[in-house]
């Protein structure tokens, strides 16, 4: 058990650097959406599951569908409609 502590800890190490250091915008939401993944097994190893339900539902949920929506509202993410129209103007 303390192995796979240390493991998921050493994961929400990884995830939070590389968060900060990815370039792409939308790999950096599905990252941060891994480490709140990663934060509610931590509560639950810490026997809180109200705590884990909050990070699951507000982490990785509310909170990445919102970056989500601002990253389509910015024009980070192409839809497959101006993908096809992008591509028939070249």
């Not at 995830?15 to 934060?39: E, G, N």
Request: charged share 15%; aromatic share 8%; with cysteine.
């Amino acid at each position: 058990m303390n192995v796979f502590i240390i493991m998921i800890l050493g994961f929400l190490v990884v995830c939070a650097v590389a968060t900060a250091l990815t370039k792409s915008l939308l790999a950096s939401v599905v990252i941060y959406m891994a480490y709140s993944v990663l934060m509610c097994i931590v509560w639950m190893l810490l026997q809180s599951p109200d705590l884990a339900v909050t990070e699951a539902a507000v982490g990785a949920g509310v909170t990445s569908l919102l970056f989500f929506i601002t990253l389509k509202k910015i024009h980070a993410i192409r839809g497959d409609e101006e993908e096809d129209h992008h591509h028939e103007e070249k």
